[in-house]
C-alpha cells in the first residue's frame, strides 16, 4: 500500500509501516 493516512484533527500523517503509538 503506497496509500497514507493524513489525520486532520491531530495534524500529523501516519505512513503505513510507521507505526505512532
Do not use: A, H, K, S
Not at 497514507?4 to 510507521?18: A, H, K, T
Amino acid at each position: 500500500m503506497t496509500n497514507f493516512i493524513p489525520i486532520f484533527p491531530l495534524g500529523i500523517v501516519v505512513y503505513p509501516g510507521e507505526d505512532l503509538n
